[in-house]
């Protein structure tokens, strides 16, 4: 019989490993039935991976579509990430222990082609919301009078995704068959074969590099440049405290996805590595233990859905407000102060205290003037120099609204933007 075999999730079924389990008379035929207290451990293991991913991944999107001051478009592709590693926790990571623990399959032929095709969608779409982050905080600091992307163009981008994300997984839907072995049913990829070329590992050399190779080299390059822009200079000691404040909130903002993006890198090479070794080198998954190394492999892959929001929590304030706004009830996470997710920030706080000192140095000088014409009324042309004094501080008060408006306008497209 042929190797039965996916690179993307369905647990390894070598050859000699099928021939032996048909021949050597076990009562069920299956060879990868494991001690209890390994299944235990592997369980424990498993189920933290679901859980934190899941409730952290809905968190963040609670946050960014719950708060208006948060659907920006760094965030909308956050959100579709959330989505996407929620999903994948989900609906795929329980199934992949349950199938690699005894390598039976127990949920029907639809089932198994979703479970096929689904986490390379999933992947793809993760790994290409993080890319789409890169080149929007490249353009953002490196072109910055360039316009940005508006919410409508972020959202199609975001199908776009979706869609590419979907034609890449559709040959592992197609191909996905179950079949009866003895004592067992097994998932896999009923690859065509043909006589020019070996459609299954350039099928899953490109799903490589799609996935992991090149995204990795484009946000490398963009990381790296913005980093270079950011942090190659030091801040100019008569910077104003608005361009400190915008330069600082821009480096944790690229600090932060970096990490996200090398924490995506680490958890996904030992995956990526395991298959390519797998189709190139079968011999070298011929040993008893190899099934331990796969799901220790599977393990750190999947783990990479939990990681994000816990990075968002400790690195970004806003998401760390939302965070202790939802887990307040719990006893070991102090309350914040919610205010920080909303539309309080501090250059808004700035802003509002400027307008209140501009309001009170006009309605002083009002006064000062109008005093002043009431202490001296018999000296002539009193009233009208009174009116067209009153006339020009009206204007001037216009002025400075005007002024301030403007100014208020600016923080908040620039902070929608950020």
Known sequence: MDS????????????????????????????????????????????????????????????????????????????????????????????????????????????????NFFPVAAVFASIYSMTAIALDRYMAIIHPLQQRMSATETKVVVGVIWVLALLLAFPQYYYSNTIALPGRVVCYIDWPEYKLCDFKKMYYVCVVILIYFLPLVVMGCAYLE?????????????????????LIAKRKVVKMMIVVVCTFAICWLPFHVFFLLHEFHPEMFEQPYIQQVYLAVLWLAMSSTMYNPIIYCCLNDRFRAGFKQVLGCCPCVPRGSYEGLELKSTRYLHTQTSVYKTSCMETSVSTVMHQADEGDPGRGGGPRRSSLDLASNGSSSRSVSKTVSETSSFYSSHNLQE
């Open 4 to 115: 039965l075999y996916d690179s993307t999730d369905v647990p390894l079924l070598d050859r000699n490993w099928t021939n032996a389990s048909d021949t050597n008379g076990t009562a069920d035929g299956n060879q990868f039935v494991q001690p209890v207290w390994r299944i235990v451990l592997w369980g424990l293991a498993y189920s933290c991976i679901v859980l934190v991913s899941v409730v952290g991944n809905l968190i963040v999107m609670w946050i960014i579509m719950a708060h208006k001051r948060m659907r920006t478009v760094t965030n909308y592709f956050l959100l579709n990430l959330a989505f996407a590693e929620a999903s994948m926790s989900a609906f795929n990571t329980v199934i992949n222990f349950t199938y690699a623990v005894h390598n039976d399959w127990y949920y029907g032929l639809v089932y198994c082609r979703f479970h």
């Open 226 to 246: 913005v980093g270079l822009t950011l942090w190659a200079s030091e801040i100019p000691g008569d910077s104003s405290d608005r361009y400190k404040e915008q």
